[in-house]
């Protein structure tokens, strides 16, 4: 069996409300898988943390190299696969004031 290479990015999302420990948080585990394909994805990610971002550039992404980075994101809630439930996700990534792209993703 071949599996496509990802890294899972585990997310502290701040949700507005708070508690007596101070705001609220959950965690949401976003996946970004290296192919071809959702490279669009990667690229907006890398925006959104303040990088610049060149068109057909090889990058080199570690666990360590996105380990405590902080972004935006729009959050939307997802559906469960048999039309119950939902669950929070990633809508997309909001570019970083100063980041640079090459193009629009």
Known sequence: LKRTPYIE???AVVSGGYTVDGPQKY???ESLYFTEKSGWRIDQYRASRGD???AGEAVEMTA???LGD???AKI???PGSNG???WPAVHYFIEKAGAAA???F
């Open 9 to 11: 990015l585990e997310c």
């Open 27 to 29: 965690v949401h585990k």
């Open 52 to 54: 610049t971002v060149v």
């Open 64 to 66: 360590n190299s996105v």
């Open 70 to 72: 902080t972004f935006k």
């Open 76 to 78: 939307h809630h997802k």
């Open 84 to 86: 119950t439930g939902s």
């Open 102 to 104: 090459a193009e629009p």
